[in-house]
């Protein structure tokens, strides 16, 4: 019996996802309409327990699943200049900013992180969907950056988490410029030999789609992600007509040759694992989570969620 | 005779008036109206002056998008010899939105690749109105490819209002082909240098002006969406362009402060589409002083400046 498959997984996460929401509160699938426990769906990575449909997940709690005992190192991601066209629409870009900040308590649109899956050492990037559409300005090319850089830097896989409406237009020309500029720390990692993973989540699309998410050794997608670099509505608009069904998910792009496998959110962490390693020439990894590697973690900054991280994986045992 | 934008309808009148004139005095010798004509001219060309020293960014774009502007085929045609295009991505198609082959540039043997606009309707569609489908970022990429392999150098011209988005385009996967492209223009070992002479479009553009040195004509806009396209979204209203335009900062001057670009080749008074030849030149002229510059650096020595370009644009904008 595989004691830590059966256990260990629900444990971890439930640590996770029952601080933050009372247990009765219930959330509706935005496919089937199906209400669903928020625990029971959070316990499942936002993938509906009904018809599979995979919700949206923040880097924080990605990566609450993703690492061995949830315990991942924040790195710090330089902040560039904070408004630098001045622009303004019908609100300041400044202001824009601080209300997402404050509706996901992250700091932007990207978190870098270092830890271990399968006991394998990775540096991975998650861009969060919930911050002005996981945009892409300096920031996220800061991210991009120092991701490449801690990877070079520790020889180790780097695994991207893709997920944007597109280039961040408050930051106009130097949002664009992220694309060459991302592309410049892909081959950082290619020339230093190191594999890099992208999982390309819903939606994925625009500049980001025509750069570092389309550069990848591995293309993997979630189910039905959206993956493309002109919207449906604009090619709608383009060529009127109808598009068909299912034009530019994930099955649709394994189907035209531009990933490598479709992999449901919940085995994700099973196959990042199993790929990275045999990249790597390591031996299979233990299956299942993990506790938490020793904490002689010399990586200055512990990742602020300290609920999550600090506390210490216990001994794995039955319920 | 120009096609007239609708600001310069102004001018329009004047220089409509004084070309009547001219006709009136052809027709009946015994009248003089060279006078009248002069004067007009005279302030005709003061209201040039003053539109063209004072266009809004969404001027710009029209002057930039101007059906009559020099395309890179007039570009080609004018500062190159020996031009033999090379066509197809090997793999599906040629597309005729991408233009590019070998030529020589003052007698040097280089790699020219451009969007081409096309400039009649047949052209316009044959060239779909210089929407690149993913073929024509593959066939840049073989042909940027083949100019490293070979020690020559690459000029690209970028006037595109993005790539194309259509079904198969998506289909075949612009994405990637925009992205190779971006990537092999930061990996080949020979100058890269890049002019926007008319519209610089999103994604579109950005894997042909990935280059050691940039310069944009004076008139020319590069943005990451088109003011169009941003208005729709953050106002909600396709008619703000006007607003968006002001506030992408997307015209030569704003993107020279912000130091994306390295030079501004100034445009003739009343914009390139004005005195083509004149444009061109200048254009000509830029391109071999970009190209004088990075003389003598070495395959990585061009590599790295063309990284750390991009790499120090993680921290630009304008002061606080
Ligand atoms: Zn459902």
């Known amino acids: ?40 769906v959070s316990d499942n990575l936002n993938v509906c327990t009904n018809c599979g449909h995979h919700m949206n997940i923040t880097p924080r709690d990605r990566f609450a699943a993703l690492f061995d005992g949830g315990i991942f190192t924040q790195v710090t991601v330089p902040v560039p200049n904070a408004d630098p066209l001045h622009f303004r629409d019908q609100k300041k870009y400044p202001d824009r900013m601080k209300a997402a900040q404050k509706a996901t308590g992250e700091a932007e649109a990207m978190l870098v992180a270092t830890g271990e899956i399968g006991r394998t050492p990775i540096v991975a990037c998650a861009q969060d969907f919930t911050f002005m559409a996981g945009s892409m300005g300096m920031y996220v090319g800061n991210a991009i950056i120092a991701a490449a850089e801690e990877a ?27 694309m060459p500029r991302t592309t410049v720390a892909v081959q950082m990692l290619k020339e230093a030999n190191l594999p890099y993973i992208v ?53 649709y792009l394994l189907d035209h040759g531009m990933l490598d496998r479709v992999t449901p959110r919940t085995e994700m962490r099973e196959e990042l694992i199993n790929i990275t390693r045999m990249l790597l020439g390591l031996s299979p990894a233990v299956k ?7 904490p002689v973690a010399k990586d200055p900054k512990p990742a602020p969620a300290p609920e999550k991280a600090e506390k210490p994986a216990p001994a794995p045992s039955k319920k | 005779m120009t096609q007239y934008m609708d600001f310069e309808k102004p001018l329009a009148e004047i220089e409509g008036k004084a070309e009547e004139l001219r006709a009136m005095a052809r027709n009946n010798p015994e009248t003089d109206t060279s006078a009248e004509a002069a004067a007009l001219d005279a302030k005709g060309k ?23 502007r020099p395309h890179c085929i007039d570009y080609v045609k004018r500062l190159f010899t020996d031009y033999t295009p090379l066509a197809g991505d090997r793999n599906f198609a040629d597309d005729h939105a991408v233009m590019g082959g070998l030529a020589r540039f003052n007698d040097t043997p280089v790699m020219v690749i451009g969007h081409e606009k096309g400039n009649d309707t047949k052209s316009r569609i044959e060239r779909n109105f210089g929407m690149a489908r993913p073929e024509g970022y593959r066939k840049a990429i073989r042909l940027m490819d083949l100019a490293g392999r070979f020690g ?15 079904k198969g385009a998506e289909e075949r996967g612009q ?25 610089g479009g999103s994604g579109g553009a950005v894997a042909f002006a990935t280059a050691n040195r940039l310069a944009m004509l004076e008139h020319a806009v590069y943005s990451v ?65 970009m190209l004088k510059d990075l003389k003598g650096m070495d395959a990585k020595a061009l590599i790295q400046d063309r990284r750390r370009k991009f790499l120090d644009l993680g921290s630009k904008g304008l002061a606080a």
């Not at chain 1, 029952?18 to 669903?36: A, F, S």
């Not at chain 1, 299942?288 to 020793?294: F, Q, V």
Request: glycine share 8%; with cysteine; net charge negative.
């Open chain 1, 1 to 40: 019996m595989n004691w830590i498959n059966n256990y260990v997984r629900p444990r971890i996460n439930s640590i996770f996802s029952r601080r933050e929401t009372p247990d009765n509160l219930w959330t509706k699938c935005d496919e089937c309409g199906t209400m669903l426990f928020h625990r029971e």
């Open chain 1, 152 to 178: 070079v830097k520790l020889k180790r896989p780097l695994i991207l988490f893709s997920a944007a409406g597109g280039a961040r237009m408050q930051e106009g020309i130097l949002s664009l410029m992220q």
């Open chain 1, 199 to 251: 999982v390309l989540t819903h939606p994925t699309t625009g500049g980001v789609t025509a750069s570092y998410a389309m550069l990848g050794d591995v293309h993997i997608a979630e189910p039905n992600a959206l993956i493309c670099f002109a919207g449906p509505r604009v090619i709608e608009q383009t060529i009127r007509e109808k598009l068909p069904e299912g034009f530019q998910r994930a099955e």
């Open chain 1, 288 to 294: 299942g989570d993990l506790p938490a590697p020793d």
């Open chain 2, 46 to 68: 003061a209201m040039m002056q003053d539109l063209y020293g004072s266009l809004t960014p969404w001027r710009k774009c029209l002057v930039a998008r101007h059906p009559e």
């Open chain 2, 152 to 166: 020559l150098p690459v000029i690209t011209l970028v006037d595109t209002p993005g790539a194309y988005p259509g």
């Open chain 2, 175 to 199: 994405s990637e082909a925009i992205a190779r492209a971006t990537e092999k223009s930061l990996q080949i070992g020979t100058p890269v240098v890049s002019v926007v002479i008319g519209e």
């Open chain 2, 225 to 289: 969406i088109s003011p169009e396209g941003c208005a729709s979204i953050l106002w909600k209203d396709a008619e703000k362009m006007r607003e968006a335009a002001e506030a992408l900062r997307l015209t030569a001057q704003d993107l020279k402060q912000l130091g994306v670009i390295d030079q501004i080749i100034p445009e003739p008074m009343g914009g390139a589409h004005r005195h083509a030849q004149d444009a061109i030149d200048a254009v000509g002229k830029a391109i071999a002083e």
